[in-house]
């Protein structure tokens, strides 16, 4: 953990001047920090900016810290992420890379290849992506939390949700002919200062009808490496790494 990663509820007196840290961050300060009343510590707040928090106390009302906000809160990344939902266990190690890594939104979605239980996992609740995306903010300094939805329909997110949204360049992963090379494509709108949502297909990838409602839609298609076929978790990482 490279920051401590404030929620508004540690702060203290509906202030911003001092906090009471959770079991969670107190422990860690503690045990891992080994920090003591007078020691530093990097804090952000979740959505906000970033500091130093100085310990005042260590007693029976909790760690107490002085907060001292001087830096900026973390920017919006440029990629936001669309992701054909992946088994539960996969998603639950893929949060803290995408907190670390950074995304703009992220869009989980049902596809043809999706399994249906994979809906009612606890993977998708908010206390299990909100403590994952924290711990990869928390690792990469970051407190830019992206906004996290879920679809059930692939058809009414492509035509419907995302035209509505701020303009963004439409690029879906898939290795097949005609695929332009992600770090390109990044590196030009990167130049133009512009913004990119990316669709990252399931294992065994988007189906043929997919694809085709995506090309409908202007979706351009991407990939990396000469083609290469990543597994959903690891292309999440890869993809939204192009726009860091």
């Not at 404030?6 to 969670?24: D, K």
């Not at 701020?166 to 494509?185: K, N, Q, S, T, Y």
């Not at 200062?193 to 298609?221: M, Q």
Request: glycine fraction near 12%; charge should be neutral; charged fraction near 25%.
């Amino acid at each position: 953990m490279n920051l401590l990663l404030l929620e508004t509820c540690e702060l203290s007196g509906g202030g911003t001047a001092e906090a009471v840290l959770s079991p969670r961050h107190a422990r860690h300060v503690r045990e891992v920090l080994r920090k003591e009343p007078g020691g530093t510590i990097r804090i952000g707040l979740r959505g906000g900016p970033l500091g130093t928090g100085t310990i005042l106390s260590d007693g029976a009302d909790g760690l107490r810290l002085a907060c001292e906000w001087s830096g900026a809160p973390s920017p919006r990344p440029r990629a936001d992420l669309v992701l054909a939902l992946p088994r539960p266990k996969v998603l639950k190690r893929l949060w803290p890379v995408l907190g670390a890594v950074g995304a703009g939104r992220i869009d989980l979605t049902n596809a043809w290849k999706v399994e249906k239980p994979y809906f009612a996992s606890d993977a998708l609740s908010e206390g299990v992506w909100r403590k994952g995306l924290a711990e990869g903010m928390e690792q990469a300094r970051s407190t830019w939390e992206p906004e996290v939805k879920i679809h059930k329909h692939l058809r009414e997110l492509l035509e419907d949700d995302i035209p509505s949204r701020e303009p963004a360049a439409l690029l879906v992963a898939d290795p097949g002919p005609g695929a332009e090379d992600v770090f390109a494509v990044a590196a030009d709108l990167k130049r133009r200062n512009g913004r990119a949502c990316v669709a990252i297909g399931p294992e065994g990838g988007w189906t043929e009808a997919e694809l085709g409602l995506f090309a409908r839609l202007g979706w351009k298609k991407v990939s990396w490496g000469d083609g290469r076929i990543l597994r959903s978790d690891t292309a999440a990482a890869v993809f939204l790494a192009a726009f860091a």
